[in-house]
């Protein structure tokens, strides 16, 4: 049961870039979106305007994806967006922009971090450290945030991630969790954390 001061959090992947398409990692990586991930922007702010007119805050993570999927949906709410670093993407250092199927079949990748969440790439993150600020992220948009409904863009890795740490207090659990860009997913942030909405693209049919 919803409490006065639990928070109802909309997290928002960003529209498409040209690496999702490739199936490359892009974390830090500052790609910029698409003309499918500008319109699918559009598309999200359109159907966030009519659904939720009660957004009290607007967070963002400050790469330029998310940052411009952001302000699409602000210029419909009148809202600022609040960059929160905290809600950038897994960065992997020297392994940036690689395929997801060579980060495995060159690098065991994905071996190694799922058998060791504390394993970094040079110059990159560990699975722990992503779950641990994420989830400071979480704690803190719930604090400024009581009671009130906010939206949160951000990046698909972390999301999960964020997910998995907050729902089953584990992030190795991250895989469950798959987000499609402009997705809609609601949960709500307190003592009792819920999932209200996951992966939601009904906006996207024409896309």
């Known amino acids: 049961m919803q409490t006065k001061q639990d928070t109802s959090l909309i997290l928002v992947r960003h529209g498409q870039i040209n690496a999702?398409?490739?199936?490359?990692w892009h974390g830090w990586t500052d790609s910029s979106?698409?003309?499918t991930g500008r319109q699918q922007a559009?598309?999200?702010a359109e159907?966030?305007?009519?659904?939720?007119?009660d957004i009290a805050a607007l967070y963002a993570s400050p790469l330029q994806?998310?940052?411009?999927?952001?302000?699409?949906?602000?210029?419909?709410?009148?809202?600022?967006?609040?960059?929160?670093?905290n809600l950038k993407e897994y960065g992997i250092g020297v392994l940036e922009?690689?395929?997801?199927?060579?980060?495995?079949?060159?690098?065991?990748?994905f071996t190694r971090v799922k058998t060791d969440p504390d394993f970094a790439p040079e110059g990159g993150e560990s699975i722990n450290q992503v779950a641990a600020r994420i989830s400071e992220a979480f704690n803190l948009i719930q604090q400024q945030h009581q009671g009130k409904k906010v939206l949160a863009v951000s990046h698909?890795?972390?999301?999960?991630?964020?997910?998995?740490?907050?729902?089953?207090?584990?992030?190795?659990?991250?895989e469950r969790y798959f987000f499609q860009n402009t997705s809609l997913t609601e949960v709500i942030l307190g003592q009792s954390p819920q999932l209200?909405?996951?992966?939601?693209?009904?906006?996207?049919?024409d896309v």
């Open 20 to 24: 999702n398409i490739d199936k490359r």
């Open 33 to 35: 979106l698409n003309d």
């Open 42 to 44: 559009e598309r999200a």
């Open 47 to 53: 159907r966030i305007a009519r659904e939720h007119p």
């Open 65 to 85: 994806r998310t940052r411009h999927t952001a302000e699409a949906i602000a210029k419909l709410l009148n809202l600022d967006v609040i960059l929160e670093p």
């Open 97 to 109: 922009d690689e395929k997801f199927a060579d980060l495995e079949r060159k690098y065991s990748f």
């Open 156 to 174: 698909g890795a972390i999301m999960a991630l964020g997910l998995a740490r907050l729902l089953h207090n584990n992030p190795m659990e991250w």
């Open 196 to 205: 209200i909405q996951f992966n939601s693209v009904e906006h996207l049919q």
